[in-house]
């Protein structure tokens, strides 16, 4: 029978998040599901490296040892259900040490498991398919350097797991928000036709999936965030018409405001009418956030369009090698010293080269800490006291990398005065994880879940080719008259919130307006021209594409927000980038630096509440 509302809390945001979140949750009392996400491309190529040296790993361990084995009898008292895509790339292996835990506590729970993900044994065939990257247009990689090929799943899997009895459900690969999405299908009944409701249960899961980052986690107004070491993790009370209220346990540290949900639902996405996941397509632009009460926020009106007709699948492969080391330099000039000594590093590396007949970098990169290096031609400091050099690069050869910080340790006692640094022995070259994400029709998977021996087949149904040129866009704000003799500029931060993240080599970056009436000028500001000059010592245009080419721009009247999309913009992104922010989670914060023209009586307002 379906519910009227389920309480979901969200415990897990990365491979590596905090061991107390689910004894916190539990102690709230309340919860009826907790779900965990653990995987990222890098993790699932870590997990593929893992596998292959034990086939009985390949799995985030410590869930089943750290998160679920210390409060497991506390699960089953309270009957709270579990959904985590903790399995990696072998999620029957994760399956298998949970039921084994299960045995030792003499507990009687089910364990399922979703299959069908991983593709790694298609390798040879998918290659010869001929696919293309979807982004860059690159042939398939060499199959002797796939670590991995996962496609990612829905979350109709899931909801047969719990249908069928399952306590615990544990997936491989599946999209971020498929384990809560899958959590609502089955206790509301939903369909595959029930398209508004899959996807505001989408944008539930999508708040939980990063947990902390939605009740006060890397908030721009962080000074606002108390007891950061007893951080609250996420709940989403969600009714059976989708709609849902953000909160967070009694007692925790951390906020829930709607700028706090507002930054988390901008959080690593591209066109925010054109969310792609496997059973939805979700148009968040008209998404309403109203705050309740203290750490109380309402979430309603995203929409939803048919299911897409293909699944995205991600290959990770190695592709050359790379390294490099971050030293500190203190006294008179620091950043000149600094600078000095990287053009120093790389041409010693480069003699070393020549010696022994190797090819030059395939990539350099030199950063400056504490000297606005970030900032391209907006940096602001001329000369400096104090700051951390990073000098990394690219090889084709292993020994490339070897020879750079050789070359770095050597010229240690040749340097410009004030040279130090922390750390333990000298790095070693590391091989590159790059990415390569193509498409793959529905009906290519034989997707299944496996309970008590029983294995249940799940196919999808075909989807619909999403057709962009459809999606009605919102009217642009209307610029805002500025009276040149009554004008100001103040920071784009005293105007709004911000949030970035990465997809690959893509960097989002979302905006969200403090008050409505901001939002035209923000927008005015804020051209795709003027966002590309701030990162465009970042973006590395394709032939053929200029640097606005490489910027999107997004409105999102329901919160009064702009989201930006930046191509080629992180280097490679992830462990394919030697960029010091290879995700870009601190873009939003460069942006926020931005001058923005406004009237004189905003400005004014914004005084006053300063000195107030």
């Not at 790379?322 to 950043?335: E, F, K, P």
């Not at 949030?499 to 893509?506: A, P, T, Y």
């Not at 979302?510 to 970042?538: D, N, T």
């Amino acid at each position: 029978m379906a519910k009227n509302s389920i309480r979901v809390a969200g415990a897990s945001g990365f491979w590596g998040d905090a061991a107390h979140s689910t004894s916190q949750l539990l102690n709230d009392g309340s919860v009826d599901f907790i779900v965990y996400d653990y995987l990222a491309e890098i993790t699932m190529s870590i997990m593929a490296q893992a596998r292959a040296k034990n086939p009985q790993t390949g799995y985030a361990v410590d869930f089943v040892t750290a998160a679920i084995k210390p409060n497991l009898k506390e699960i089953a008292r309270q009957g709270v259900k579990i959904v985590s895509n903790a399995g990696g790339v072998n999620p029957q292996a994760c399956a298998q040490a949970l039921r084994g835990v299960i045995a030792e506590q003499g507990l009687d729970l089910k364990v399922a498991c979703v299959m069908g993900d991983d593709l790694i044994d298609q390798c040879k065939t998918l290659s010869a398919q001929g696919h293309i990257e979807m982004f860059n247009g690159e042939s398939f990689p060499e199959t002797d350097k796939v670590a991995s090929i996962n496609a990612y799943l829905g979350a109709f899997p899931v909801a047969l797991a719990l249908q069928q009895g399952a306590d615990i459900v544990v997936t491989g690969r599946c999209v971020d928000s498929a384990v809560t999405l899958g959590v609502c299908i089955h206790a509301f009944d939903w369909g595959r036709d029930d398209l508004d409701k899959l996807a505001m249960g989408s944008l539930a899961g999508h708040i939980l999936e990063c947990g902390p980052q939605a009740t006060g986690g890397n908030f721009t107004d962080w000074e606002q965030v108390e007891n950061l070491e007893n951080m609250g993790y996420p709940i989403a009370e969600i009714s059976a018409d989708g709609c849902f209220v953000c909160t967070k346990p009694e007692a925790t540290g951390g906020l829930v405001t709607v700028a706090t949900v507002a930054e988390q639902m901008v959080y690593e996405i591209g066109d925010p009418q054109a969310y792609i996941l496997p059973d939805v397509v979700c148009d968040f632009s008209a998404v309403a956030l109203q705050q309740l009460a203290d750490n109380r926020v309402a979430v309603s009106g995203a929409k939803g369009l048919p299911a897409p007709d293909s699944y995205k699948v991600c290959t990770t492969f190695a592709d050359q090698w790379r390294g490099g080391h971050s030293l500190t330099v203190y006294g008179i000039d620091a950043n000149k010293k600094a600078e000095k000594l990287a053009a120093a590093i790389f041409a010693a590396s480069r003699r070393t080269f020549n010696i022994f007949g190797l090819a030059d970098f395939s990539e350099i990169s030199v950063e400056v800490i504490g000297a606005d290096s970030q900032y391209g031609v907006f940096a602001e400091i001329e000369s400096c006291r104090e700051v951390t050099l990073k000098v990394a690069a690219k090889h084709v050869d292993a020994a490339g990398i070897g020879v750079l910080l050789k070359e770095m340790t050597g010229l240690g006692l040749a340097t410009p005065p004030g040279l130090c640094g922390f750390a333990g022995g000298r790095p070693k070259p590391s091989p590159i994880v790059r990415l390569f994400s193509f498409l793959l029709p529905k009906g290519s998977l034989a997707i299944k879940v496996e309970i008590d021996g029983r294995v249940i087949d799940c196919p999808d149904t075909q989807g619909t080719a999403l057709q962009q040129s459809a999606i009605s866009r919102p009217p642009e704000p209307r610029s805002p008259a500025l009276n040149r003799s009554d004008t100001a500029l103040v920071p784009l931060v005293a105007l709004a919130w911000a949030r970035s993240g990465d997809k690959g080599d893509k960097a989002n970056i979302g905006v969200i307006a403090r008050k409505a009436e901001y939002l035209p000028y923000i927008y005015a500001a804020l051209s795709v021209s003027a966002v590309a000059e701030r990162f465009a010592h970042f973006i590395r245009p394709r032939a053929g594409r200029s640097l606005e080419d490489c910027v999107e721009r997004y409105l999102m009247p329901g919160c009064h927000g702009i989201n930006f999309l930046l191509d080629n913009v992180l280097g490679g992104g992830g462990m394919a980038s030697i960029r010091n922010d290879p995700q870009g989670k601190g873009y939003g914060q460069l942006l926020l630096n931005a001058q923005i023209p406004v009237s004189g009586e905003i400005a004014r307002q914004l005084q006053a509440g300063q000195d107030a």
